[in-house]
C-alpha cells in the first residue's frame, strides 16, 4: 500500500502562484507515476499533471504553460508549480500514483485531497 499527503492548498488571489506538495510513503518501490487530478463543485474530477520516471510529463490544456509537476525521488515527493491563477483553477486538488509506468492509465492510489481556492 501506499499512502499520499497532500499540503500547500489554499485561498490566493487571481494571478498569484501556489505550490502543492504530496509526500507518498509505504510500498514507494512501486510508484513508476505519480501526479495531479483536481474535482471543482459539480465537475467531474480531471487531470491537472502527471510525471513518470525519467521527467516525461503529460498536462492538461487548461493549465499548460502555467503548471511545473516534478518529483523528487529522494524525498518521495511530487510538487504542483501553479502560476497565474484563474478562478477556475477552484477545485480540490488530489494527489495520485500509480504502478504502472504510464501518462494515461488510472491511477492506483489517492491522497485525500487539498483544496485550492482562486478569488477574483
Known amino acids: 500500500q501506499v499512502q499520499l499527503v497532500e499540503s500547500g492548498g489554499g485561498l490566493v488571489q487571481a494571478g498569484e502562484s501556489l505550490r502543492l506538495s504530496c509526500a507518498a510513503s509505504g510500498s514507494i518501490f512501486s510508484i513508476n507515476a505519480m501526479g495531479w487530478y483536481r474535482q471543482a463543485p459539480g465537475k467531474e474530477r480531471e487531470l491537472v499533471a502527471r510525471?513518470?520516471?525519467?521527467?516525461?510529463?503529460r498536462y492538461a490544456d487548461s493549465v499548460k504553460g502555467r503548471c511545473t509537476i516534478s518529483r523528487d525521488n529522494v524525498k518521495n515527493t511530487v510538487y504542483l508549480e501553479m502560476n497565474s491563477l484563474k478562478p477556475e483553477d477552484t477545485a480540490v486538488y488530489y494527489c495520485?500514483?500509480?504502478?504502472?509506468?504510464?501518462?494515461?492509465?488510472?491511477?492506483?492510489?489517492w491522497g485525500q485531497g487539498t483544496q485550492v481556492t482562486v478569488s477574483s
Open positions: 495520485i500514483a500509480a504502478e504502472l509506468a504510464s501518462l494515461y492509465v488510472l491511477p492506483d492510489y
Open positions: 510525471i513518470i520516471n525519467g521527467g516525461i510529463t
